[in-house]
């Protein structure tokens, strides 16, 4: 499957969208833990995934088919904004700049911008709708 995304016309792209999702959950019979710490739930699209902790929303949500949309990428115009449904702490707390753009965008409770936010624990999300 990534051979052929790798064939795309942004195939560089998407290929690197992908390295971040963990194919290798741990291996119970060689003690070798997965370095996969991470679930995120897509729940527009009912799909979860494991990732390292860290991993930006912006560098998976394409990959798996998500609708969550993109402007910017750098936190300037709040179309990537996204609704926390579960697992807020999964989160890294907002930087100053995330929050005054959603404020600006009216973001409201439970809102980030995917293109600023790592993921540190499990979370479910869903793109909110735009205006
Ligand atoms: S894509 Fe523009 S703020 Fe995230």
């Known amino acids: 499957m990534i051979a052929n995304i790798h064939n795309q016309s942004q195939g560089f792209r998407a290929a690197n969208?992908?390295?971040n999702i963990c194919p290798f959950e741990g291996?119970?019979?060689t003690g070798v833990a997965s370095m996969c710490k991470a679930k995120v739930t897509f729940a527009d699209i009912g799909k979860t995934v494991t990732v390292p902790e860290g991993t930006r929303l912006i560098d998976i949500s394409g990959?798996?088919?998500s609708g969550i949309m993109y402007g910017c990428r750098q936190c300037g115009c709040g179309r990537c904004m996204t609704?926390?449904?579960?697992?807020?702490d999964g989160l890294e707390p907002?930087?100053?700049?995330?929050?005054?753009?959603?404020?600006?965008h009216e973001g409201g409770a439970n809102s980030r911008l995917?293109?600023?936010?790592?993921?540190?624990g499990d979370v479910t999300l869903r793109p909110r709708p735009q205006a």
């Open 17 to 19: 969208l992908y390295a």
């Open 94 to 104: 907002p930087s100053v700049l995330e929050i005054k753009v959603l404020e600006h």
């Open 114 to 120: 995917a293109c600023q936010v790592k993921v540190r």
């Open 63 to 65: 990959g798996v088919g």
């Open 27 to 29: 291996d119970s019979q």
């Open 83 to 88: 609704e926390v449904v579960a697992g807020e």
